[in-house]
Nanobody, 123 residues
Framework: VQLQASGGGLVQDGGSLRLSCSASGDTFNELALGWFRQAPGKEREFVAVISGSGSTTFYGDSVKGRFTASRDNAKNTIYLQMNSLKPEDTAVYYC?????????????????WGQGTQVTVSS
């Protein structure tokens, strides 16, 4: 499975961005996909995960109510809509998937990672 994240950029405090992650493979609609982020000097942090059907999502506490994960299985793509962005959201954002239909919220639970996209929120 190959993953390609995009959509990062520079945005002001309170602004919005939408990240995309496209994936290869014929079993895309069976796979849960997760979003993680990593700021300089910090550990990789769980952001969100979405089930293969898109019917179930979980979010990290720091983004609940502000971020929304979705997917379009016809396009083999997942999205992360990020609203009310804060400077502390600044990080490299990664999408990831695993060889299981179940969902996970820790980096170690994922087998495949995209290359990351930088999100910078200015104050």
């Amino acid at each position: 499975v190959q993953l390609q994240a995009s959509g990062g950029g520079l945005v002001q405090d309170g602004g919005s961005l939408r990240l995309s992650c496209s994936a290869s493979g014929d079993t895309f609609n069976e796979l849960a996909l997760g979003w993680f982020r990593q700021a300089p000097g910090k550990e990789r942090e769980f952001v969100a995960v979405i089930s293969g059907s898109g019917s179930t999502t979980f979010y990290g506490d720091s983004v609940k109510g502000r971020f929304t994960a979705s997917r379009d299985n016809a396009k083999n793509t997942i999205y992360l809509q990020m609203n009310s962005l804060k400077p502390e959201d600044t990080a490299v954002y990664y999408c990831a998937t695993r060889t299981s239909v179940t969902m996970a919220t820790t980096p170690g639970g994922y087998d495949y990672w995209g290359q990351g996209t930088q999100v910078t929120v200015s104050s």
